[in-house]
């Protein structure tokens, strides 16, 4: 006969069969050409062949302005204005003026609720869009900032596309400071702050077959402790 200790135990331990644990997501913010599209794939492929049920894992980056779009009926067209930045104002107002399409506000919205279904079908990466500001709250997430040296990143960028460093340093802090405008503009907050991540990797040290492996075996550990 067990004792009054271990019941209580197991009580404590057990949980009602209808509560799941949430499903697993990932959300990827990186500084420019830091390589978060590259690690989102491999990540995916990984988790994929991983999962011992055969789901698979699904990456979203820009295109998950085009899945709100078809989800609204809305123009595809609607697409160029929520880049990863704030529509010029005068730009925005025009549109709306002449109905060409909602606030930008509510474009923005639609496309965070689209986020947040995903994220609680589970197997989905996210790659930019403040997408772990849009998921904040929600259990399963494994958040994760990719950083390197700005010559690091500016090397990759002039080798890609074959132009001198100074036009891909120009690029590149274009391109960051986008990316912090969209996030303070649409969340009232900062994308570098360490404190909103699980993981920081900086890229330059940090290959992305090993980070993906970092990031894999943190979700596997989370994803056990909630079972």
């Known amino acids: 006969m067990s004792s009054p200790t271990h ?6 331990d057990s949980r009602p069969p209808w509560i799941k644990p949430a499903a697993p997501f990932i959300t990827i913010s990186r500084e420019c050409c830091s390589g978060g599209s590259a690690l989102a794939q491999l990540l995916a492929s990984r988790l994929t062949a991983d999962a011992p049920d055969g789901a698979r894992w699904s990456t979203f980056g820009g295109n998950v302005v085009k899945e709100m779009l078809h989800a609204h009926h809305l123009p595809q067209e609607f697409e160029r204005f929520l880049p990863e930045d704030s529509v010029p104002e005068v730009r925005a107002a025009i549109g709306e003026i002449v109905g060409r399409h909602p606030s930008l506000w509510d474009l923005v919205q639609k496309t ?4 947040r279904q995903r994220a609680r079908a589970g197997q989905v990466i996210f790659v ?10 929600m259990t ?5 900032r990719l950083v390197a040296p700005v010559e690091h990143r500016a090397r990759f960028y002039a080798q890609r596309f074959q132009v001198s460093s100074e036009q891909a340093l120009i690029h590149n802090a274009r391109c960051d400071a986008a990316r912090r405008r969209y996030v303070t503009t649409h969340f009232n907050a900062n994308v570098s702050d360490p404190a909103a991540y699980d993981l920081v990797i900086n890229t330059a040290h940090v290959p992305l077959a090993e980070a993906a492996e970092m990031i ?11 079972a």
């Open 216 to 226: 894999a075996a943190h979700l596997r550990a989370q994803t056990a402790a909630a």
């Open 140 to 144: 399963g997430g494994v958040h994760v």
């Open 7 to 12: 019941d209580t135990a197991l009580w404590r």
């Open 112 to 115: 965070n609720d689209m986020m």
């Open 128 to 137: 930019g869009r403040g997408s772990n500001f849009a998921t904040t709250g």
